[in-house]
């Protein structure tokens, strides 16, 4: 069992940033890969970025490259999103997820192991 609570978001002005964390419990973090998710109100929930295992390697969906990035602490159990250059379109609750698909690509949402209950990010004009 892993129990994940994401910590972080806010209110920032377009062109701002903002450092979410995501911790973890138990003792088998490091042998899951971890996801960032995203629902704004009334969309479906979306794929942000996912990090293998060791933390070299990470995935972004096109809406975010270059802007966000995600790393993990397996150390300390914690996953974060670091997202600059933010638009008013980011605006959303983000989720964190841990997943056993051992994939770097786009991840569906019914594919997550465990979730977070979010966190929410408003970027204003």
């Known amino acids: 069992q892993v129990q994940l609570v994401e910590s972080g978001g806010g209110l920032v002005q377009a062109g701002g940033s903002l450092r979410l964390s995501c911790a973890a419990s138990g003792r088998t973090f490091s042998s899951y890969y971890m996801d960032w998710f995203r629902q704004a109100p009334g969309k479906e929930r979306e794929f942000v970025a996912t990090i293998n295992r060791s933390g070299g390697n990470t995935f972004y969906a096109d809406s975010v490259k270059g802007r966000f990035t995600i790393s993990r602490d397996n150390a300390k159990n914690t996953v974060y999103l670091q997202m600059n250059n933010l638009k008013p379109e980011d605006s959303a609750v983000y989720y964190c997820?841990?997943?056993?698909?051992?994939?770097?690509?786009?991840?569906?949402?019914?594919?997550?192991?465990?979730w977070g209950k979010g966190t929410l990010v408003t970027v204003s004009t």
């Open positions: 997820a841990a997943d056993r698909q051992h994939i770097l690509s786009i991840k569906m949402v019914g594919g997550m192991d465990y």
